[in-house]
């Protein structure tokens, strides 16, 4: 690798829940792996109820490059991530999984291509083995619905949030105020030069995924919703459509009964009629309902995250000092 630059700093994002399991073992490998890189290590205890909040006291107490930012409760590993991107201190922010699914080893050659002029580095998986058939499938169908959806807002393909972030770029996501946080879109909505690196995916190294089928459709749709309101129009054409083909109907029973003389029966049609009109329009009033709701959310301007104790590493970046996020969003109650 080429020389860092003087007073480089790698900041680690680590969003935990419950994983008293792992956290030793992501502390002895993330040590191998950035062996002689400047770095610290940001936990943000996401409302963990297990062992973990000692095994992180411990840590801080013992490892000079370990940070712990906890937060009141379990708000979502998006928002656990904003709190840890807001206590970073380095040149360069890398958001990971505590799991190791996120191999720490890949860090050095994502900072090349940092060197090299990027600004953002995006780790991509080339093979999801470790996930299931169904889970494949699906991711394939969100990203294809997305970028269709969501205009020159493009994600990449198979990125999630294991990426390396400028220092420019983790400024620019600490500047947007909204609340609901669909980060995977929000990256590729900031910008800035993008390169990939490819890797595969291994298995959790230990305990339990957080996630479900139903946690994870709600996810794919918030990301949906937040990025494209392309959903709400398709309703004024289904109901062009829909007007049409029953003007054209009427017309035909008009023709049917005074040119032939004949009387169409109607209690069939009308029950499917009525029916399927009353199944559109409450599709379409939940659909209102999902950007109405999200407006309403919006609109309370509640912080996304409050911080109950933090204590950052005793690293510093000195050149990189950050400017205070302008977001208001982020309400420190003890700091
Ligand atoms: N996580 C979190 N808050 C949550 C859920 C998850 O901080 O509400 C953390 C979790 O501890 C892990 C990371 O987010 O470090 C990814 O979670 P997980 O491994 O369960 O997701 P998967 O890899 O299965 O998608
Ligand atoms: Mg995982």
Redesign the pocket.
Known sequence: MQTLPKEFLLSLV????N?AEAIPLFLRRTQTALEGIPHEVIF?D?GSTDATPVLLAEATRTNPHVGVVTLAR?F??EA?LCAGLAAAQGTVVVPL???L?DPPELIPTMLQQWQQGSQMVVAVRTERASDGTFKRVTAAWFYRLFNRLSGNVQLVKNGGDFRLLDRAVVNALLSLPERTRFLKGLYAWVGFTTTTVGYERPP?AAGH???NTRKLLNYALEGIFSFSTLPLRVWSYLGLIIATCAFVYGLHVVVQVLLFGRVVPGYASLIVAVSFMGGIQLIGIGLLGEYLGRTYLESKQRPLYIVARQSLSILKSKTQARPKAKVKGQTKAAA
Not at 14 to 17: G, N
């Open positions: 680590v969003p935990v829940l994983e943000i996401d379990n979502g590993k656990a999984d505590v799991d699914q959790r995924t957080k996630w």
